[in-house]
């Protein structure tokens, strides 16, 4: 059975439609990417899945359908999502960002032992444990984006241009860290991001979204076959 399962996706700011019958399906354990250019509707998709924003259509996540469900009902059923812009809370340190992480959950050793875990991941978050997170660097607020969400223990990552404004060397450790957060921990990711070839070399499954529709989707490997993707996206 999927993990996520979307059927005619629509979504709409206002007067504005954005998503026009958007399909989707992910396996669980999976990485998939979703491609395409500014104002595609990528980050409307993720935001859709969160309750974020008005939808029509069916989402459907292990099974239960999660559309029409606030947006704390979606948290706690296992959806992370790590918003583009980070959504750090810039006057709490780098714990107190990760403990609201698990805002959601009970099981107090458990969470103690996941900080561990977390620093074993992102050592530098350790060492900036007690600074304030505003005063943090754009890759360590990054870090910190994507460690809280992971302090929820969620089944499933919405991740939105991890990417963004990072230095490619920072890009390469952060994207490694995902890989190894996929392959031992099984958490799903639903990646949204401009850098095609990363995306690509991280996901295992691909969808290019056009206005608000999906005009190509395969596995990763075929997708980088298509010409049109490759001269688009790849820039060769």
Request: with cysteine.
């Amino acid at each position: 059975m999927a993990l996520l399962e979307v059927l005619n996706l629509q979504a709409a700011y206002g007067q504005t439609k954005v998503l026009h019958g958007i399909s989707f399906a992910m396996e669980e354990g999976s990485i998939t990417t979703l491609l395409g250019a500014n104002g595609a509707g990528k980050t409307t998709t993720l935001r859709a899945l969160c309750g974020m924003v008005h939808t029509e259509g069916e989402m459907r996540f292990a099974g239960q359908r999660i559309d029409k469900r606030a947006t704390e009902d979606i948290v706690r059923l296992g959806i992370a999502h790590v918003p583009d812009g980070r959504g750090t809370f810039v006057n709490l340190s780098t714990e107190e960002n990760l403990r609201l992480g698990a805002y959601t959950r009970q099981d107090r050793d458990a969470v103690e032992r996941d900080l561990e875990r977390i620093y074993s991941y992102f050592p530098r978050l350790r060492e900036r444990r007690t600074q304030q997170a505003g005063t943090l660097s754009g890759g360590e607020q990054q870090m910190l984006a994507v460690s809280r969400a992971l302090m929820l223990r969620p089944k499933l990552m919405l991740l939105d241009e991890p990417s963004f404004g990072l230095a490619p060397l920072l890009v390469k450790e952060l994207f490694g860290i995902l890989r190894a957060v996929n392959e031992k921990e099984h958490v799903s990711m639903l990646l949204v991001e401009q850098n095609a070839a990363m995306a690509l070399a991280l996901a295992d499954h691909a969808y290019i979204i056009e206005t608000g529709r999906v005009v190509l989707s395969g596995s990763v490997d075929a997708i980088k076959q298509d010409d049109a993707v490759r001269r688009s996206y790849l820039g060769y």
